[in-house]
């Protein structure tokens, strides 16, 4: 059964890096999303990527932030200058329609 | 404001004991809504997708219901390996990236 990968499945970073998450979509998806989750608090929605281009993003993503599909599988987050509070656990996605969303396993973020 | 509340936080049955988990939204237009299981360090699994009041879905032991204020989720004679947060998720009408707006979720343990 098709399914979402991402990598790395943990990160370490000191605050002020850059940090590349990374994910594979499942082939013949069109929608692709970028979710966060702080230990303890709801999934929270960050990103939604269509056609080429950012559909919707939420407050947190900001300046910050950045998305981009570089080739046919991949789907990228990249956070400029890591600080504490992105510390979370990164959720990718991806969706037919726009519809039913699958998620991949995460990447846990920790942020020192 | 779009919201989703789930209820209970957490709840404890023993192996074979039914129960219910409520999840109470307010969103403006649903599209639909979404239930989806997470184990411990995992992504949300997707469960279940429901468009429309009085819609129900079926899948071993669990089966969602639909009205136009909340749904339910119910499990029925449990086995620990249903041990899991469930969390629910909205998706508001004419939202064209499909952002998914989560509850708290309900930790469920099922004891032997």
Redesign the interface.
């Known amino acids: 059964e098709p399914e979402?990968t991402q990598t790395p499945s943990h990160q370490v970073t000191q605050m002020g890096q850059e940090v590349i998450l990374r994910c594979v979509p499942i082939s013949n998806h069109l929608?692709f999303?970028w979710?966060r989750q702080i230990l303890g608090?709801?999934?929270?929605?960050l990103v939604?990527f269509?056609n080429n281009e950012i559909?919707?993003k939420?407050e947190i993503f900001d300046d910050q932030f950045s998305v981009e599909r570089p080739d046919g599988s991949n789907f990228t987050l990249k956070i400029r200058s890591t600080k504490l509070e992105d510390s979370a656990?990164y959720?990718c996605a991806s969706?037919i329609t726009?519809?039913?969303?699958?998620?991949?396993?995460?990447t846990?973020l920790t942020v020192l | 404001e779009d919201q989703v509340t789930q209820s209970p936080e957490a709840l404890r049955l023993q192996e074979g004991e039914s129960s219910s988990l409520n999840c109470s939204y307010t969103v403006s237009g649903l599209r639909g809504l979404f239930w989806y299981r997470q184990d411990p360090g995992k992504g949300p699994e997707f469960l279940f997708t429901l468009y429309s009041a009085g819609e129900e879905k079926e899948k071993e032991r669990l089966k969602a219901t639909l009205t136009k204020k909340e749904s339910f989720l119910h499990i029925t004679a449990p086995k620990p390996e249903d041990s899991a947060t469930y969390l629910c998720a909205v998706q508001r009408i004419y939202n064209q990236g499909g952002k998914l707006i989560f509850g708290q979720g309900t930790e469920l343990s099922v004891k032997p």
């Open positions: 979402v929608y999303y979710y608090q709801k999934v929270e929605f939604s269509y559909s919707e939420s656990m959720f969706s726009a519809d039913t969303q699958y998620f991949g396993p995460g846990r």
